[in-house]
């Protein structure tokens, strides 16, 4: 029989790959990035699916603080991410819509000079 994982250890794994996360959009490395997020979901959904439907009444008070610590890193982290992600993603909005502006162009043009009596 398996056991379930400590959500605390859960919390830890989170943490720790947040960490990575940011040094990931440091150095602008997407593609680890994404990987990075998706093994964070991962242990997000276990850690949901594992937990009841409030706070976790044998946890102690110690373990209680230690939890929303590790939370609080993660959301911090989460910003620093975005500090990072976010005009990177707004170059990529205005590339994507300088191309579909450009693709207007062109089909208008297009239809255009197959016009019966066109230029």
Do not use: C
Not at 36 to 63: F, H, M, Q, W, Y
């Amino acid at each position: 029989m398996l056991s379930m994982p400590d959500p605390l250890d859960l919390y830890e794994e989170i943490r720790a790959l947040s960490a990575d996360m940011v040094n990931a959009a440091r150095a602008n490395d997407w593609d680890r990035l994404v990987t990075l997020e998706r093994s964070v979901a991962a242990l997000r959904d276990e850690l949901i699916a594992n937990s009841g439907p409030g706070p976790d009444a044998g946890a102690s008070a110690t373990e209680n603080d230690h939890r929303r610590g590790l939370i609080q890193q993660v959301l911090e982290d989460d910003a620093e991410i975005r500090r990072h992600t976010e005009p990177w993603m707004e170059h990529v909005r205005q590339f994507l819509g300088s191309q579909n502006r450009r693709k207007q162009v062109q089909h208008a043009y297009a239809a255009t000079d197959s016009a019966p009596g066109g230029f």
